[in-house]
């Protein structure tokens, strides 16, 4: 059974730093590209990073570019989310996700649709105050 636990989420001054990070199980985690979202209250789940599977490749949405920096460590089945100099707007669920698909395994694809993942987390809430 996969879960994918996030961790790191809290209450944050604009301008400041989080580390998020997750935590998977039940899947061998190098064979597959993870990637993170966010949904803010009232709004769409929307894409905020991608790293595929061999940590070769990383996507970012056009926002977060130059703040945020995805990672992988695969010795400990863990995916992180670096973000910088937060804002008030990026307050959100942010959701650690997989796709775990043998295409994906097989390639080394990068995935930025949120209909491309068939895991995700609980979700850890990051409150950016103004």
């Known amino acids: 059974q996969v879960q994918l636990v996030e961790a790191g989420g809290r209450l944050v001054q604009a301008g400041g730093s989080l580390r998020l990070s997750c935590a998977a199980s039940?899947?061998?985690?190098?064979?597959?590209?993870m990637g993170w979202f966010r949904q803010a209250l009232g709004k769409e789940r929307e894409f905020v990073a991608a790293?595929?599977?061999?940590?070769?490749?990383?996507s970012y949405t056009d926002s977060v570019k130059g703040r945020f920096a995805i990672s992988r460590d695969n010795s400990k089945n863990t995916v992180y989310l670096q973000m910088n100099t937060l804002k008030p707007e990026e307050k959100a669920v942010y959701y650690c996700?997989?796709?775990?698909?043998?295409?994906?395994?097989?390639?080394?694809?990068?995935?930025?649709?949120?209909?491309?993942?068939?895991?995700w987390g609980q979700g850890t809430q990051v409150t950016v105050s103004s």
């Open positions: 996700e997989a796709v775990v698909t043998t295409e994906a395994w097989l390639s080394d694809a990068l995935y930025t649709r949120g209909d491309e993942y068939n895991y």
């Open positions: 790293i595929s599977r061999t940590d070769t490749k990383k």
């Open positions: 039940g899947l061998t985690f190098s064979r597959y590209p």
